[in-house]
Structures are given as structure tokens and as C-alpha cells.
């Protein structure tokens, strides 16, 4: 989901949690989500649902009602008016909210475990899956090249993307947006966070673009065939069929144009790909351990190397995965390692890391992108 380290569901450590409130008498019986992007494989763990869709029926949990959650949405609505949002806006969108005990469930039960690269991709990178994007990138085709000359970002790559987030647009969400976003907000674990994309929330309505009501979303609040978060969307979505609204629910141009903006403003460039896949001998990696991994960005950013030269990668050992010598450029590449699979990955892969921060995640969209050439 554009989501995060950023909307990054990802590998909060709810086991710390659950310690916290058995400690406090609180009884919290975690569930695992239903798939996972970080979304999010933070590098190993399995992400939540790429397409985090209304969060499945879990047992009924006591939340600290530390603030009542009362007197807590008093307190918010106050601030939603002396930010300047209307009475009749504060109204219908946050009078007589009332905290959804799954969504807090959904939020403490981020898995943890790790299935494997193979598994993780496997559920997801499918035949009816790839069947499907190729059907569609005819359908669209024409629609594709404009955006890739708007913005320069090849077409299969938001095929994969929509793939991976709402399967091609089919799973959305159904949770209330202001309900799953207040209850994130009162919920204390990640309290700023949602909090903000509160007020972005508001400030969609607000300028109208959708009308509250039909405002759905995952139960983390992301939102549309896009998945974005309300901040993502005031920043990156965009309206390219031209009526006049940016519409991430019902509208394919405004979606995949909205994606294309989006890893855009990550820093994609049209004339590379994301990478490929490698092999690395035993040898090769006692020689590559001496390289340093990456020291800011989100968490599968620093689990990745810095990038080398391709020359330097094949002095070291590294080869194409038939074998063969890596492709004579002066381009540079990092080395991300899931297990039993290893990869040499460019810039635009960051753009993806940038969309949901999470190899599994990422790597599965390269993958998928590739199947749709």
C-alpha cells in the first residue's frame, strides 16, 4: 500500500505489545493477517495484506480505554474546528464515531514469521494473476502509453503494482475511513501517524474531492485501487481522464496514472529497469560480506548493500543467474539477499521500496512486471 515503513503496516513488534497489555490486564489474542505487503515483509517478516482488505473477524478484545475514547473524540473534534473544518464536515464524518475492535486487532497482529521468498511469491505471482495482467495491458494499451509519456514509467510496472494491492482493482476495502482512521488515532501504538492522515482525510472531503460517504478503505485506512493513504493521495494522485476529480475508486486512468505519479516522485526513471535476479557461489559471498549495507531509509533499505558497479559485482563473484557474466554497463546496483534467492537491484527498485516498504513486497511487483512483458 503506498503505504509505508510509511503506511508500512510492517513489523511493528507487536510481540513487545502483547507484553505491554498482559502486563496491564489486558488480554490480546493476536491473529495473522491474511497475506502480507508490508504491507510488508520488512525483509523477512510477511507483510500485511498487499491489498489490505476489510480485516477478517477476530475475537473480541478489551482496548485500554485510557483515554475514553468519549472524551478522546471531543477532544479531536475541537481540533478539527480550530483547524478551520466546517461544522457540517465535522459532523458527518467524525460526530458518533465508535472505535472498531478489529481494526485494533488487525494492527497489533502484524505477523511476524517469515514463510519463505518462495511462499510469499508464490501465493501472489499466480498463472490467473499474470493471465489477467496481460489481458488488461491490451485492454489498455493506448491508456498505458499516455501515461508512460506523462510520466515516464513503464506500463507493466503499474500493472503489477494494482496487482498486488487490489488485484487488479477487485479488492478495495470496505471498512469506514474515518472509522478505521479514528480508531488507529485513539489506539495508542501509532497514534501521530494516524492522526495526521485523520486531518488529510478531512481535507479530502473538504475540498471535495469524493463525498464521506462513500469513503472506504482497507482496515488501516488505505484507500481505493491504489491503496493510498489520504496523505499519499493529496500528494500523488491525479486526475488523467479529465472530469474533474481524482477518482482512485472507480477510475483505471486516474489509478494507474496516480501509481505512475507516484513511483515518479520516488525517483523512477524510464531508461532502466529494477534489476536481476543472481547467482552468488559460496565464494563470492565471503567476499561480498565485507560490503557495507545502507544506513538510512526504511527498514529493507538498510538491509540492502550500497550500490556497486556491475564491474565490481562481477570481480566479486557475482553472476547472472544462467551463469553467465553480468551485462557490461557502468550502472550500479545493491544487493538485496531473501534467504535462498539473491538480487542486484537498481534505482527504480527504491521507487518500489518507496510504495511499500518491504523486499517481499517489492520484489514480488519486479517479478510480476517482468511476467507481464
Keep these: 500500500m503506498a503505504i509505508m515503513d510509511s503506511v508500512g503496516f510492517s513489523r511493528m513488534h507487536w510481540k513487545a505489545l502483547i507484553v505491554a497489555f498482559v502486563i496491564a490486564g489486558v488480554a490480546v489474542t493476536a491473529q495473522a493477517p491474511q497475506q502480507g505487503t508490508p ?19 477476530s475475537p473480541e478484545i478489551q482496548v485500554d480505554a485510557s483515554p475514553n475514547f468519549s472524551d478522546w473524540l471531543t477532544a479531536l473534534i475541537k481540533e478539527a474546528q480550530t483547524r478551520g473544518y466546517s461544522e457540517g464536515l465535522v459532523s458527518e464524518t467524525l460526530q458518533g464515531l465508535t472505535p472498531l475492535e478489529h481494526v ?29 495482467g496481460k489481458e488488461l495491458l491490451a485492454e489498455n494499451r493506448p491508456l498505458l502509453r499516455r501515461i508512460e509519456k506523462s510520466y ?26 474515518f472509522q478505521a482512521l479514528a480508531t488507529l488515532a485513539w489506539e495508542p501504538r501509532r497514534a501521530s501517524y494516524f492522526r495526521g492522515e485523520l486531518f488529510d482525510a478531512l481535507t479530502m472531503v473538504q475540498r471535495g474531492n469524493i463525498d464521506a460517504k462513500t469513503m472506504t478503505s482497507s482496515w488501516a485506512g488505505a484507500m481505493g485501487q491504489t491503496q493510498f493513504m489520504p496523505s499519499s493521495y493529496l500528494k500523488y494522485a491525479v486526475d488523467f481522464d479529465g472530469d474533474d476529480r481524482r477518482d482512485i475508486w472507480g477510475s ?37 560480506a565485507a560490503i557495507p549495507k545502507r544506513t538510512e531509509g526504511c527498514y529493507a ?17 557475482v553472476r547472472s543467474l544462467n551463469g ?48 507481464l512483458q
Design 39 to 57: 504491507p510488508t515483509a520488512p525483509t523477512s517478516p510477511v507483510p500485511a495484506p498487499a491489498s489490505p482488505v476489510a480485516a477478517p473477524a
Design 104 to 132: 485494533i486487532q488487525s494492527d497489533r497482529s502484524q505477523a511476524e514469521l517469515n514463510p519463505g521468498f518462495d511462499r510469499y511469491l508464490s501465493a501472489r505471482l499466480t498463472p490467473a494473476l499474470v493471465k489477467r
Design 152 to 177: 515516464n514509467v513503464q506500463g507493466r510496472f503499474l500493472l503489477a503494482i494494482w496487482a498486488m494491492e487490489t488485484r487488479y482493482g477487485r479488492i478495495t476495502g470496505r471498512v469506514p475511513v
Design 252 to 288: 483505471i486512468p486516474d489509478t494507474l496514472a496516480s501509481i505512475a505519479n507516484y513511483l515518479k516522485g520516488f525517483g523512477w526513471t524510464r531508461d532502466q529497469t529494477w534489476g536481476r535476479e543472481v547467482k552468488v557461489t559460496a565464494a563470492a559471498r565471503s567476499r561480498i
Design 301 to 317: 533499505i538498510r538491509n540492502m548493500t550500497i550500490r556497486r558497479p556491475l564491474s565490481d559485482w562481477q570481480r566479486l563473484g
Design 324 to 371: 553467465r557474466a553480468l551485462p557490461k554497463s557502468d550502472r550500479s546496483a545493491a544487493l538485496v539477499d531473501v534467504g535462498t534467492r539473491k538480487f542486484l537491484v537498481y534505482t527504480n527498485y527504491d521507487a518500489i521500496l518507496g510504495y511499500n516498504c518491504a523486499h517481499y513486497y517489492a520484489l514480488t511487483v519486479a517479478l510480476i512486471a517482468d511476467r
